[in-house]
C-alpha cells in the first residue's frame, strides 16, 4: 500500500491544486469537462490501509493504481 507522502507526490505530479492545508493537506483538481475532483491527505506517517486506498483510488482520484504508480 502506498504511503500518505505518496499520495500527495501523485497529486503534485499530476496537476492537483493545493487549496487547504491545516491538520490535513487538501487538493483538487479542474477537469476539462468542468468536473472538481478533491481529496484529503494526512500529515502522518506510514501506509494506507487497503480498504481506504481502494475508495481514494475509485471514489476521489479516479484512476488505476497503474497510472497511479507511474506517476509517483
Known amino acids: 500500500m502506498p504511503s500518505w507522502r505518496e499520495l500527495k507526490r501523485f497529486c503534485e ?11 490535513h ?3 483538487r483538481k479542474i477537469m476539462d469537462d468542468g468536473s472538481l475532483k478533491r481529496t484529503k ?3 502522518g506517517t506510514g ?25 509517483i
Open 13 to 23: 505530479r499530476d496537476g492537483w491544486e493545493l487549496y487547504k492545508d491545516t491538520d
Open 47 to 71: 501506509e494506507i490501509s487497503p480498504r481506504l486506498w481502494k475508495d481514494i483510488l475509485k471514489k476521489q482520484l479516479q484512476v488505476d493504481e497503474g497510472y497511479f504508480n507511474r506517476m
Open 41 to 43: 491527505i494526512s500529515k
Open 25 to 27: 493537506y487538501f487538493y
